[in-house]
């Protein structure tokens, strides 16, 4: 979609309508060169793995909005993670809110090749989730 001209450029740009998943939008004229990759996953937390990023040696920053249901009890979460490239990752939860306590533990490690799993550590029955996450590398 052609949105502008050399001439006319749009400083903030508002979107609305269904996110697809797996979708990958690059900026290629715009200040820098970012490439962003959102997916969108579901699922019920039978085990605690409920995503992977294949980092490898690419540094990288991935933001997850997380949300998980228990019957009538919710928890909304923020998770920011950051990638050096060479092995380290690090990762903040914030953002964090229940209805009534806690539903998951959220937790971040780096396992071979650089691969960053992120765990979702539950208490009592199964959690049914449901998360979007960016990339931006």
Do not use: C, W
Not at 42 to 56: C, E, K, R, V, Y
Not at 86 to 108: C, F, H
């Amino acid at each position: 979609v052609d949105l502008g001209s050399s001439t006319n450029k749009f400083k903030d740009l508002y979107l609305s309508g269904n996110i697809i998943g797996g979708s990958t939008i690059t900026d290629t004229t715009g200040d820098g060169n970012a490439s962003s990759n959102v997916i969108v996953k579901s699922g019920t937390i039978g085990s605690s793995l409920i995503d992977t990023i294949i980092a490898g040696t690419t540094p990288l920053a991935a933001e997850y909005l997380f949300f998980f249901k228990r019957g009538t009890n919710i928890h909304t979460q923020k998770t920011l993670i950051m990638s050096d490239g060479s092995g380290n990752a690090y990762s903040q939860e914030y953002a964090i809110m229940t209805s009534n306590g806690p539903l998951v533990d959220i937790s971040v490690t780096v396992g071979g090749s650089g691969a960053i799993e992120v765990r979702a550590t539950k208490t009592g029955s199964d959690v049914v989730y449901k998360f979007t996450r960016t990339i931006l590398q």
